[in-house]
């Protein structure tokens, strides 16, 4: 679960106090614009000096505004920020489907996620759960398996990156819910729209492939912090500091292939490495705040590093204390995956957290739904993973239950359906 990467929660501009007054909001907005300030306050009761919410808090009736664009050089759910709600589910191609009924289906799928994403109804058999909504951001992702180029017929176009991941000691991996022939990622600030896309993407399937998994999860939704913040995971910690951003110079080198690429129909695309990543909340929670910073590497309140600073300080390695410990543990989590630790390899994490209820004896099953993505696997997750497999504090903690790797082609342009220079090429 490498700390590296999350984009930070997006959220959406709204107008500043100064130019609105009491008077000029209609009632829909000043309803929202209370709900949002009283999520946050919700949040901090109790927090001594904890500032109120500030009258630029996202309005709530301004989350269903925000709308992503299908067609582009890249595919929608990579760069943007973390979503409220998220769906991931994995497809194998029916008995006797081929290359044929994967171009009409990834065809089909393209449509509808081009209207979803704009806030328009299906094109057929529409569902209605999404009408009073507005698009909520959403987006809907696409990428291929390994196997499914076997089944289509394309294994000389199978790029090398998808080559399966290696075993690693921590893993207990149900195969079950790992890989599938078509991956999808579905992404929204809105639960509903989410689910609306989740079931439009569904019936669109017909028979030519079958649910081979599916995986639910949350974030925190915009407006609901006084300020735009890196998200929390489920241990209460503040995770994804150190996630690359589009801004840096190296940004698309190390999490899209180029343009120039191989295969040529991977041009602008990522892969994605999925993985379900329990999080043992009960033995967590009985650490002390304390010592589950050392295990992190980082102050919890604020997700500084323990060698100081501010949550984006560069992390001192070498400081020590009186009796010349690391103040940052050898074996902190943070410390094990910074990327100069790792030969420079770098992710970005869009993940979501989970909750699938509890096991018969009581235990929380919730956790990570990590998805990170890279321009090549062996260089990006790989590496990270194998040195977090050979002595990450934090692996007492976690238990990797789920995986899969996906190729996830470039955006598709006007007037083209995802994956189209792959399956008519």
Known sequence: MPEQSTAPEATAPTKPASESSAAG????????TAGATGLVLGAAGGAVGYAAAPSEATPLTSVGAGRAMFHGKHQPG?????????????????????????AALLRRWSTTAERLMAGEPAAHDDTDVARDAGPSSLTITFGFGHSFFART????????????????????????????DLWVQIGADDALVAFHALRAIQKDTGGAARVRWQMNGFNRTPGATAHPMTARN???????TRNPKPADSDFDRRIFVPASGEPAWMANGSYAVVR??????????KL???????????????????????????????KADARGNYV??????ARITRPDQNGGAAMLRRPFSY?????????????????????????????????LDRGDALSAFIRHEASGLFAVPGGAAAGEYVGQRLLEG
């Open 25 to 32: 909001l209609s009632r829909r907005t000043l309803l929202g």
């Open 78 to 102: 990579i760069t943007e920020g973390l979503q409220a709600r998220g769906h991931l589910i994995a497809f194998d191609l029916a008995a006797g489907a081929g290359r044929k009924e994967a």
């Open 153 to 180: 017929g394309l294994d000389k176009q199978r790029p090398a990156a998808l080559d399966p991941l290696p075993d690693f000691s921590s893993d207990q991996l149900d195969k079950n819910r790992s890989n599938g």
């Open 234 to 240: 489920l241990m209460g910690q503040i995770d994804g």
């Open 276 to 285: 379900r990543i329990r999080m043992l909340l009960d033995d967590w929670e």
């Open 288 to 318: 002390s705040v304390k010592d589950q910073e050392n295990v992190i590497g980082r102050h919890k309140s604020d997700g500084a590093p323990l060698s100081g600073g501010s949550e984006t300080t560069a992390m001192d390695l070498e």
């Open 328 to 333: 940052v543990p050898a074996n902190a989590h």
């Open 355 to 387: 909750h699938d209820g509890l096991d018969p004896d009581g235990t929380p099953d919730a956790g990570l739904l990590f998805v990170c993505w890279q321009a090549d696997p062996l260089r990006g997750f790989v590496p990270v993973q194998r040195k």
